[in-house]
């Protein structure tokens, strides 16, 4: 059995120390390739020294919204650079955030660069990764205006409802599943997951955020790396989506499962206990699953100088 993951963050500075020993663990689980996103100027080297590293690394370079006051003058031409010098990659993490986080970011300016870096997605003929926060109807808006997208995008860590997964579905979105799933309300979770095609499911770890609400024996644990400045302990970009963000869709179970320790963060392996969950919900095994989804995953990522389209 298989696994694609189809967004994470191996570059994060708290886990970028034990990035080889991580790797190493998710390849002996059965998960094959790893899409690592940068999210900001500063890390996209790191994702591109991995990638050169990893042959199972694609690598992936976007300006996330958390880090869009902090670009210099040139950084897009430094992301036109990246794609230069690694013409494996494609776009990613970019996206709209109006979550706690998101609301301190000027929102025009979010959307100003997201427009741009949805439309080099377009222009380079590469998926784009999205991270959406509250803002899921703005999101649609300006698909529609940039889109179609032949070459897909992948909405990450998707919450949204199941009533837009047609309209993003129709743009040539992608709903990639991550721990954050878990914190939904099982019926709305279900609800939404019945909407979204076989053909247009993907799973990812989102590490090391989204540690998935499971049994702590069920799970692969990574102690954050204490030697990391705090200014940069949220440098991965998605610790938005808890509980606070997520509001009224999170079930009472995800309430009280708060037992796991606060220094531990997500493991790329404990992508196996997303595809558990996804797989019980949707009444699939999870070799099923498996397949459909790293199927998906390599059809996506098969664009023309793709790592995929090389064996490993």
Same mark, same amino acid.
């Given at each position: 059995?298989?696994?694609?993951?189809?967004?994470?963050?191996?570059?994060?500075?708290?886990?970028?120390?034990? !990035? =080889?020993?991580?790797?190493?663990? @998710?390849?002996?689980?059965?998960?094959?390739?790893?899409?690592?996103?940068?999210?900001?100027?500063?890390?996209?080297?790191?994702?591109?020294? *991995?990638?050169?590293?990893? +042959?199972?690394?694609? =690598?992936?370079?976007?300006?996330?919204?958390?880090?869009?006051? #902090?670009?210099?003058?040139?950084?897009?031409?430094?992301?036109?650079?990246?794609?230069?010098?690694? =013409?494996? !990659?494609?776009?990613?993490?970019?996206?709209?955030?109006?979550?706690?986080?998101?609301?301190?970011?000027?929102?025009?300016?979010?959307?100003?660069?997201?427009?741009?870096?949805?439309?080099? !997605?377009?222009?380079?003929?590469?998926? @784009?990764?999205?991270?959406?926060?509250?803002?899921?109807?703005?999101?649609?808006?300006?698909?529609?205006?940039?889109? +179609?997208? +032949?070459?897909?995008?992948?909405?990450?860590?998707?919450?949204?409802?199941?009533? *837009?997964?047609?309209?993003?579905?129709?743009?040539?979105?992608?709903?990639?599943?991550?721990?954050?799933?878990?914190? *939904?309300?099982?019926?709305?979770?279900?609800?939404?997951?019945?909407?979204?095609?076989?053909?247009?499911?993907?799973? #990812?770890?989102? !590490?090391?955020?989204?540690?998935?609400?499971?049994?702590?024996?069920?799970?692969?644990?990574?102690?954050?790396?204490?030697?990391? %400045?705090? #200014?940069?302990?949220?440098?991965?970009?998605?610790? @938005?989506?808890?509980?606070?963000?997520?509001?009224?869709?999170?079930?009472?179970?995800?309430?009280?499962?708060?037992?796991? %320790?606060?220094? *531990?963060?997500?493991?790329?392996?404990?992508?196996?206990?997303?595809?558990?969950?996804?797989?019980?919900?949707?009444?699939?095994?999870?070799?099923?699953? @498996? #397949?459909?989804?790293?199927?998906?995953?390599?059809?996506?990522?098969?664009?023309?100088?793709?790592?995929?389209?090389?064996?490993?």
């Amino acid at each position: 059995m298989k696994l694609f993951d189809a967004h994470c963050h191996l570059q994060d500075p708290r886990i970028l120390n034990m !990035a =080889p020993q991580l790797i190493e663990t @998710a390849l002996d689980s059965g998960v094959v390739r790893f899409a690592v996103n940068g999210v900001c100027e500063k890390d996209w080297h790191l994702v591109k020294q *991995m990638s050169d590293t990893y +042959p199972c690394i694609i =690598p992936c370079f976007g300006l996330h919204p958390w880090y869009v006051h #902090e670009r210099t003058p040139n950084w897009f031409i430094t992301l036109r650079q990246c794609f230069e010098s690694s =013409p494996s !990659a494609t776009i990613g993490e970019i996206g709209l955030d109006k979550g706690s986080h998101g609301r301190e970011i000027d929102f025009t300016d979010q959307v100003e660069i997201f427009r741009q870096q949805l439309e080099l !997605a377009k222009e380079l003929k590469r998926p @784009a990764s999205i991270h959406c926060v509250r803002a899921y109807g703005d999101l649609l808006q300006i698909m529609q205006c940039v889109g +179609p997208f +032949p070459a897909g995008v992948i909405l990450h860590s998707y919450l949204g409802s199941a009533e *837009m997964v047609p309209q993003f579905s129709n743009l040539g979105a992608y709903f990639s599943f991550s721990g954050h799933l878990m914190s *939904m309300k099982p019926q709305k979770a279900k609800k939404m997951l019945k909407m979204v095609s076989s053909e247009r499911i993907l799973l #990812e770890s989102d !590490a090391p955020d989204a540690l998935p609400k499971s049994k702590m024996d069920s799970l692969f644990l990574v102690a954050r790396d204490a030697s990391v %400045p705090e #200014e940069l302990q949220a440098q991965g970009g998605n610790s @938005a989506l808890n509980a606070e963000t997520l509001g009224d869709n999170l079930s009472h179970a995800a309430r009280d499962a708060s037992t796991l %320790p606060k220094e *531990m963060l997500n493991h790329p392996a404990n992508i196996h206990n997303v595809l558990n969950y996804v797989a019980s919900l949707l009444e699939m095994t999870k070799e099923e699953l @498996a #397949e459909v989804s790293y199927e998906n995953a390599v059809r996506l990522f098969s664009y023309e100088d793709s790592k995929v389209l090389l064996k490993i």
